[in-house]
């Protein structure tokens, strides 16, 4: 079934409940198993979607989320945000990571971010839009939400002739990126037993 699904930006008030549902839209991706083994993974995934959702809040990202009631989110980086600024981290609290997830976890967490960021670095063009993440609350997944969210961003960057980039540790969310225009750019495991991935890109289009 697909509603139409009214989008705005979200809120400073909305951010924690961003990060929430944003967090519960993750909790069986391929990754978190990985990431988050032996420490309780729900808490530590709602405290970082929140600190991440904060960011892109913070430092000129699109955060967007449905009307009224917070049933998704959408962070979006945009041109010149990446790699992300480790005084900015800070500022939004990133810097409390390895108290918040637990040392292990982070450590697994960073070996994860640093190889995602290599192929990144290599792969993507210096002017370009980063899709950090789209979630869905479980009760509201498959009802068309994920790509509204997307649309105004996707509009803007068709506009401005810019390209868009992204990971996903999750197999089943690559044919809905690539109805969007992404292509697979690089497909493989990351390293020391971590996730399969995919990294995807996306020409202008129009």
Known sequence: MTTEAKV???????????GRVL?????????VPYVFSGVPKQRALDWFFTVTARYGHM????????????????????PGSFPMSPLRMVRAGM??????LGLAPFGRFMRLMN??????????????WHL???????PHQGQGIGSALMQPVLTRVDADGLPCYLETTN????????????????????????PHFWTMARPPQG
Do not use: C, M, N
């Not at 810097?95 to 918040?100: E, G, N, R």
């Not at 044919?175 to 037993?193: C, M, N, Q, S, T």
């Open 8 to 18: 705005v930006r979200v809120t400073q008030s909305q951010i924690r409940e961003a």
């Open 23 to 31: 967090s519960r839209a993750f909790h069986d991706d391929p990754a």
């Open 59 to 78: 430092y000129g990202g699109e955060v967007y989320t449905t009307a009224g009631t917070v049933d998704a989110a959408v962070i979006w980086l945009p």
């Open 95 to 100: 810097i409390l990571a390895p108290l918040k």
């Open 115 to 128: 190889h995602l960021e290599h192929l990144h670095k290599r792969d993507a063009p210096p002017q370009h």
């Open 132 to 138: 950090q993440f789209v979630g869905v609350d479980p």
């Open 171 to 194: 197999g089943r969310t690559v044919p809905l990126y690539r109805r969007h225009g992404f292509e697979v750019v690089v497909e493989g495991d990351a390293p020391k037993g971590g």
